[in-house]
């Protein structure tokens, strides 16, 4: 989970910021997988993965209002850095700002939002206001559209900020 959770925790990157497949862990062999190509065209606006050993369960169901469970995963983090990682598969240690909560098709799917450790830009924010707005922004705007398709309405909703 990390050095000092829940202030500082590992996160396993799954993704990068213009990558347009959408990989995960398969829970069986934990090995990355591609899970689908990205439907749109946007770009995750951050490094993105998972907390090692976290689950989003009843713990998390029960924090999100109009959530019928916790969507049965580890918890989503995004990375905010100064200096782009183009891997996968590696463990960075980052400091959690804050978060987003996330309804998906029902189900709780919060993104904890950190800035890498030692990071010389970042570095110094402790919440989410010290990053730019344009930044949650569209980390916001992500997260309720990318799976949106042109012919299919949104089932995905803001929760509580």
Request: avoid cysteine.
């Given at each position: 989970?990390?050095?000092d959770p829940p202030g500082l925790?590992?996160?396993?990157?799954?993704?990068?910021?213009?990558?347009?497949?959408?990989?995960?862990v398969d829970k069986e062999t934990g090995y990355l997988k591609v899970d689908r190509p990205h439907r749109s065209s946007s770009h995750h606006p951050t490094l993105y993965g998972f907390v090692p050993r976290t689950y989003c369960g009843e713990r998390v169901h029960e924090l999100m209002e109009g959530a019928q469970?916790?969507?049965?995963?580890?918890?989503?983090i995004c990375v905010v850095s100064e200096?782009?990682?183009?891997?996968?598969?590696?463990?960075?240690?980052?400091?959690v700002v804050g978060g987003l909560p996330m309804l998906d098709g029902g189900e709780a799917d919060d993104k904890i939002?950190?800035?890498?450790?030692?990071?010389?830009?970042?570095?110094?924010?402790?919440a989410l206001d010290d990053l730019p707005t344009a930044l949650i922004d569209r980390l916001r705007h992500y997260f309720e559209t990318y799976k949106v398709l042109p012919d299919r309405p949104a089932d995905i909703s803001n929760g509580r900020a």
């Open positions: 989970m990390g050095s925790v590992h996160e396993y990157l799954e993704t990068g910021p213009f990558d347009l497949v959408k990989y995960e469970r916790g969507d049965g995963d580890p918890l989503d200096r782009p990682i183009e891997r996968a598969e590696v463990l960075v240690n980052a400091r939002i950190t800035v890498l450790e030692n990071d010389p830009i970042w570095s110094q924010a402790e």
